[in-house]
């Protein structure tokens, strides 16, 4: 069974950074697809950035040029650089990891909050 952990969230103040670490039990080559996905209090989950074998990179517009998402082959590991935060980016932050059959899996969540 896939397990994916992430870790590195945490209390930062605004323009800070914050690094989030997304651990996969299995090779990650054998998946399709990588991501990160935040949820607010009250709000739905939300894309934030997502790299693909045929879409290549993208970002939600509000962290666009921010963030920078990245897979380390050697690691297994998802990884977000999160610079310049901003009180909005305050959610909880899921890895999501999809198999060339399209399934995904989502790890447990890390809370990350921008606050002065």
């Known amino acids: 069974q896939v397990q994916l952990v992430e870790s590195g969230g945490g209390l930062v103040q605004p323009k800070e950074s914050l690094r989030l670490s997304c651990s996969v039990s299995h090779n990650i080559t054998r998946f399709y697809a990588f991501g990160w996905y935040r949820q607010a209090p009250g709000t739905e989950r939300l894309l934030v950035a997502r790299?693909?074998?045929?879409?290549?990179?993208k970002y939600s517009d509000s962290v666009k040029g921010r963030f920078t998402i990245a897979t380390d082959i050697a690691k297994n590991t998802v990884s977000l650089q999160m610079n310049n935060l901003r009180t909005e980016d305050t959610a909880v932050y899921y890895c999501?990891?999809?198999?060339?059959?399209?399934?995904?899996?989502w790890g447990q969540g890390t809370q990350v909050t921008v606050s002065s």
């Open positions: 999501v990891v999809t198999d060339y059959g399209r399934t995904d899996y």
């Open positions: 790299i693909s074998s045929d879409a290549g990179t």
